[in-house]
């Protein structure tokens, strides 16, 4: 599996990927420079650490999930769309397998950027604070005791709930599909359940339950394309 994951990443174009990995995180850091200056903005969003936390974690996640949709779209469902993935299953290799190490390397990207995006963007602008003061109120370098380990369960959430997407795409081997429901996913994250303005992925449990239904439509799926014919 990890030959097979290697050969994969050796087919990936991974300066493109680290190119959008920083324009990502520019872009919102951008962002929250733009909400530092509106001064609602910054009572509504940036008034505390645990809102700047929360409203960094909204925008990294919407942001990888997205993108996550866009890897799966370029590794495996334009593969099956342009019938080339036919190429790699004439080899003596398990199809699950392949299929597998496809989805394994668009998982831990996600899980990995999840949890640097959020750190760069935090100290990005804790920095740009110092300088510009976004926010009069004292942000802090220090991450409460936990948030680390909140975080690294919210980037495994995410690095299943990132697959979810295939499940559209692969239906009928939509490019559009897969980048759509991607966006729709974290459209539904994102809106709010209440009148206070609560949305779905501050229920911890929210985001846990996608990402475990990820990592299940992401086998499923891989068990019904494998036995499609070319």
Do not use: W
């Given at each position: 599996?990890?030959?097979l994951?290697?050969l994969?990443?050796k087919?990936?174009?991974?300066v493109?990927?680290?190119?959008?990995?920083?324009?990502?995180?520019?872009?919102?850091?951008?962002?929250?420079?733009?909400?530092?200056?509106?001064p609602?903005?910054?009572?509504?969003f940036?008034?505390?650490?645990?809102?700047?936390?929360?409203?960094?974690?909204?925008?990294?996640?919407?942001?990888?999930?997205?993108?996550?949709?866009?890897?799966?779209?370029?590794i495996?469902?334009?593969?099956?769309?342009?019938?080339?993935?036919?190429?790699?299953?004439?080899?003596?290799?398990?199809?699950?397998?392949?299929?597998?190490?496809?989805?394994?390397?668009?998982?831990?990207?996600?899980?990995?950027?999840?949890?640097?995006?959020?750190?760069?963007?935090?100290y990005?602008?804790?920095?740009?604070?110092k300088?510009y003061?976004?926010?009069?109120?004292?942000?802090?370098?220090?991450?409460?005791?936990?948030y680390?380990?909140?975080l690294?369960v919210?980037?495994?959430?995410?690095?299943?709930?990132?697959?979810?997407?295939?499940?559209?795409?692969m239906?009928?081997?939509?490019?559009?599909?897969?980048?759509?429901s991607?966006?729709?996913?974290?459209?539904?994250?994102?809106?709010?359940?209440?009148?206070?303005?609560?949305?779905?992925?501050?229920?911890?449990?929210?985001?846990?339950?996608?990402?475990?239904?990820?990592?299940l439509?992401a086998?499923?799926?891989?068990?019904?394309?494998?036995?499609?014919?070319?």
């Open positions: 599996m990890l030959n994951i290697k994969e990443l087919r990936m174009n991974l493109g990927v680290a190119v959008t990995f920083v324009l990502i995180n520019a872009a919102i850091v951008g962002m929250l420079m733009l909400l530092g200056i509106e609602e903005a910054v009572t509504e940036l008034s505390s650490s645990e809102d700047l936390r929360v409203i960094i974690e909204l925008f990294v996640i919407a942001a990888f999930v997205i993108y996550a949709s866009v890897l799966l779209s370029q495996i469902v334009e593969e099956f769309k342009n019938k080339t993935i036919s190429f790699l299953f004439m080899y003596p290799i398990s199809r699950k397998k392949l299929l597998f190490a496809k989805l394994i390397i668009v998982s831990v990207l996600t899980f990995f950027f999840v949890i640097a995006s959020t750190l760069i963007v935090y990005s602008f804790l920095a740009f604070n300088l003061a976004f926010t009069p109120v004292d942000l802090g370098l220090a991450l409460p005791s936990g680390l380990l909140h690294v919210l980037a495994i959430a995410c690095s299943g709930m990132s697959l979810i997407p295939l499940f559209f795409g239906r009928k081997y939509s490019v559009p599909a897969t980048i759509v991607g966006i729709a996913i974290v459209a539904l994250l994102s809106s709010s359940v209440n009148t206070n303005d609560t949305n779905l992925f501050s229920v911890t449990a929210v985001p846990v339950f996608l990402g475990l239904l990820g990592f439509i086998y499923l799926v891989v068990g019904r394309a494998v036995k499609q014919d070319f």
